[in-house]
């Protein structure tokens, strides 16, 4: 066999491939749960007033009977963060949680769980619908998650980007790229059954934004730059490290300028030098 550079080029490109391949396998495999894109119409992305009030009503019948929580008074721990820690003021909108049985979907929420890895997903900001999934501390995640989502949704005038979103509330529910949840098994006993779940690769990039902000901000200025970015609509992490590094650079100058009283004191020094230096010069030249 020859091994010609036209050979060489081809086993390179299919190895190429084939690793390619793989990797996007891993990355799939890997995708364990995350949330819908918060649906904010239908999903069919028609979005005029007849389109958007049946999709509407639809939502409504589908979450009769749900469960209400008051955002200014639930004790759940992501809204406790989020109204008494950062003291972003909780919208008066109740919140309706209902949980559903992916099999058992109503219509107008098929489309919004229709990815495998979906478990929970706010609908027009106050709609939360979570999927059962077996185990109790799960769905408490989950719902967790999901609230902050509704939490920030309804306090925001504005649409927050999908980055900001999804950071936030895997921050302020379990804060962790991976989780176990066990329950003893029912069939056999003295058996624990559980499983790990990994945070799809995509959120835990964003949620190491958010983190990294908090990290150089610090946490008493990360949540003032919070609560301004939820109460205004507008996200921008140059201001928190922009003027972190104004700061910095303030204190540089600070530390490094030499007080006044140090510059004179050197200025007269060398004025003392260059006096001696001319008299003795003076009489060196009279000798
Ligand atoms: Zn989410």
Redesign the pocket.
């Given at each position: 066999m020859r091994y010609t550079k036209e050979w060489r080029a081809e086993v390179g490109f299919r190895w190429t491939i084939r690793v390619a391949v793989v990797w996007c396998a891993l990355a799939w495999a890997l995708c364990n749960r995350?949330?819908a894109s918060l649906p904010e119409g239908p999903p069919d992305g028609s979005c005029d007033r007849i389109s958007r009030e049946r999709y509407e009503a639809a939502v409504r019948r589908a979450f009769e009977g749900a469960q209400v929580i008051d955002l200014r008074r639930s004790r759940i721990s992501s809204v406790v963060v989020l109204r008494e820690v950062i003291k972003i003021p909780p919208p008066p909108v109740p919140v309706l949680v209902k949980s559903f049985r992916r099999d058992h979907l109503p219509p107008v929420l098929k489309p919004t769980f229709s990815r495998p890895g979906v478990c929970g997903a706010t609908i027009l900001g106050r709609y939360v619908a979570v999927l059962e999934t077996g185990f109790d501390k799960e769905f408490e995640d989950i719902l967790r998650?999901e609230l902050v989502?509704a939490y920030i949704t309804l306090a925001s005038p504005k649409p927050l980007p999908f980055w900001f979103?999804?950071a936030s509330?895997v921050m302020f529910s379990t804060g962790k790229v991976r989780k176990f949840y066990g329950k003893p098994s029912d069939t056999q006993p003295r058996m624990i059954v559980g499983k790990i779940v990994e945070l799809d690769p995509t959120y835990r990039q964003k949620l190491h934004s958010l983190d990294y902000l908090l990290e150089k901000a610090g946490r008493q200025r990360f949540y003032r730059w919070y609560r301004k970015s939820v109460m205004t609509g507008q996200v921008d992490p140059q201001e928190l490290l922009g003027t972190e590094r104004r700061e910095r650079e303030h204190e540089r100058t600070a530390s490094t300028s030499l007080p006044a009283w140090l510059w004179l004191g050197g200025a007269g020094v060398v004025v003392v030098i260059l006096a001696v230096g001319a008299y003795v010069s003076r009489r060196v030249g009279e000798v």
């Amino acid at each position: 066999m020859r091994y010609t550079k036209e050979w060489r080029a081809e086993v390179g490109f299919r190895w190429t491939i084939r690793v390619a391949v793989v990797w996007c396998a891993l990355a799939w495999a890997l995708c364990n749960r995350c949330c819908a894109s918060l649906p904010e119409g239908p999903p069919d992305g028609s979005c005029d007033r007849i389109s958007r009030e049946r999709y509407e009503a639809a939502v409504r019948r589908a979450f009769e009977g749900a469960q209400v929580i008051d955002l200014r008074r639930s004790r759940i721990s992501s809204v406790v963060v989020l109204r008494e820690v950062i003291k972003i003021p909780p919208p008066p909108v109740p919140v309706l949680v209902k949980s559903f049985r992916r099999d058992h979907l109503p219509p107008v929420l098929k489309p919004t769980f229709s990815r495998p890895g979906v478990c929970g997903a706010t609908i027009l900001g106050r709609y939360v619908a979570v999927l059962e999934t077996g185990f109790d501390k799960e769905f408490e995640d989950i719902l967790r998650h999901e609230l902050v989502h509704a939490y920030i949704t309804l306090a925001s005038p504005k649409p927050l980007p999908f980055w900001f979103q999804e950071a936030s509330a895997v921050m302020f529910s379990t804060g962790k790229v991976r989780k176990f949840y066990g329950k003893p098994s029912d069939t056999q006993p003295r058996m624990i059954v559980g499983k790990i779940v990994e945070l799809d690769p995509t959120y835990r990039q964003k949620l190491h934004s958010l983190d990294y902000l908090l990290e150089k901000a610090g946490r008493q200025r990360f949540y003032r730059w919070y609560r301004k970015s939820v109460m205004t609509g507008q996200v921008d992490p140059q201001e928190l490290l922009g003027t972190e590094r104004r700061e910095r650079e303030h204190e540089r100058t600070a530390s490094t300028s030499l007080p006044a009283w140090l510059w004179l004191g050197g200025a007269g020094v060398v004025v003392v030098i260059l006096a001696v230096g001319a008299y003795v010069s003076r009489r060196v030249g009279e000798v």
